[in-house]
């Protein structure tokens, strides 16, 4: 005679492919979130630094103040200064 099993069968432990796609969208959103950060942190301090250099007597301010004196000159400059960086490469 032939023994038949009372075992219950078990739902199978993977994922199915709702809960794959939902974790792997929670691993964007969180990545993506970091991503953010990063990039609010680097503003944040490129923002800093700018200000810093336009204070009064720092580079930026005298390139700007230099600019408004003279703007064909300097626009002569940066165009020599872009040919020079240009054939360097």
Do not use: C, W
């Given at each position: ?48 630094a700018?200000?810093e ?37």
């Amino acid at each position: 005679m032939a023994s038949l099993s009372m075992d219950i069968p078990q739902p199978n432990s993977q994922p199915g492919m709702a809960e794959r796609a939902i974790d792997a969208a929670t691993d964007v959103s969180h990545t993506i979130g970091e991503v953010a950060g990063g990039l609010r942190a680097a503003v944040d301090r490129l923002t800093y630094a700018i200000d810093e250099a336009r204070k009064p007597g720092r580079p930026l301010a005298t390139v700007a103040a230099i600019t408004r004196e003279a703007p064909l000159t300097s626009l002569f400059v940066a165009f020599l200064f872009g040919i020079a960086i240009a054939r360097r490469r």
